[in-house]
T-cell receptor, first 110, second 113 residues
């Protein structure tokens, strides 16, 4: 079992729709959770971090964390073609380096 | 403010050669991490340094080594290059030690032929 699992996609959504990206993790001691966006040929860029159960909103992005289910998700509202990228989920217990999933490729169709 | 800077951005090496990659963290950040990202995969942790001391090491062979200098910049060295070392090498900085939010540089694309 991988430590951080993501569906590789591609996840295809029409422009203006909500994109839902999911991530599960295996270490119950995980305390900090991050979403990074990576455009093709570029390095990952931090979008959001979340540390407590529940939702955290930042503009069009909402991160959701459920530690009991070991599940973290990212919702992108009003998806735009410029959101087309690979989204990486990263997890840490705080005592280890961030562990990344393989990423989900999102395609937003105009 | 300058972000994380890495050099070189692209390089091509031959099998068996040695490579040195360099990184300068965000001003005020004392920790540097190195990650390897192979095409189609997420970044894999190689090393983390905080205040010039190694604070974490990933599952990479001894051909990989790193160090951090008094000005918090860092070098990643890879000896006896293999074709499988071809990847994007990412440097990330953070304010403090392991487990904190990290910010990536643009990366160094290494091709081994």
């Amino acid at each position: 079992q991988k430590e951080v699992e993501q569906n590789s996609g591609p996840l295809s959504v029409p422009e203006g729709a909500i994109a839902s990206l999911n991530c599960t993790y295996s270490d119950r001691g995980s305390q900090s959770f991050f979403w990074y966006r990576q455009y093709s040929g570029k390095s990952p860029e931090l979008i959001m971090s979340i540390y407590s159960n529940g939702d955290k909103e930042d503009g069009r992005f909402t991160a959701q964390l459920n530690k009991a289910s070991q599940y973290v998700s990212l919702l992108i509202r009003d998806s735009q073609p410029s959101d087309s990228a690979t989204y990486l989920c990263a997890v840490t217990t705080g005592r280890r380096a961030l562990t990344f999933g393989s990423g989900t490729r999102l395609q937003v169709q105009p | 403010d300058a972000g994380v800077t890495q050099s070189p951005t692209h390089l091509i090496k031959t099998r068996g050669q040695h490579v040195t990659l360099r990184c300068s963290p965000i001003s005020g950040h004392k920790s540097v991490s190195w990650y390897q990202q192979v095409l189609g995969q997420g970044p894999q942790f190689i090393f983390q340094y905080y205040e010039k001391e190694e604070r974490g090491r990933g599952n990479f062979p001894d051909r990989f080594s790193a160090r951090q200098f008094p000005n918090y910049s860092s070098e990643l060295n890879v000896n006896a290059l293999l074709l499988g070392d071809s990847a994007l090498y990412l440097c990330a900085s953070s304010l403090e030690g392991i487990g904190n939010t990290i910010y990536f540089g643009e990366g160094s694309w290494l091709t081994v032929v």
